[in-house]
């Protein structure tokens, strides 16, 4: 019986670019902090664009933005 991760198509190519690295072990400390980092990265981009869409400058209307925002 083989192994799924090594058969699948679509498994076998995220198991090789994320699982099965061709990194030497003393970067991959490094490997996993800069992905870490990456994706923490990314996040807040995504928040960032998020919060400028519902951004308003009208005073009034500001906190009903922000009860908006807390709602979504």
């Known amino acids: 019986m083989t192994n799924l991760r090594k058969s699948h198509p679509l498994i076998k190519i995220i198991n090789h670019s994320f ?5 030497p072990s003393n970067i991959s400390a490094w490997w996993n ?5 990456g994706v923490c990265l990314i996040h807040q981009n995504i928040t960032g664009l998020f919060l400028a ?13 922000v009860t908006h925002i807390c709602r979504d």
């Open 33 to 37: 902090f800069g992905s870490l980092l």
């Open 53 to 65: 869409m519902h951004y308003t400058a009208n005073t009034t209307t500001a906190f009903s933005s």
């Open 19 to 23: 699982i099965d690295l061709p990194a």
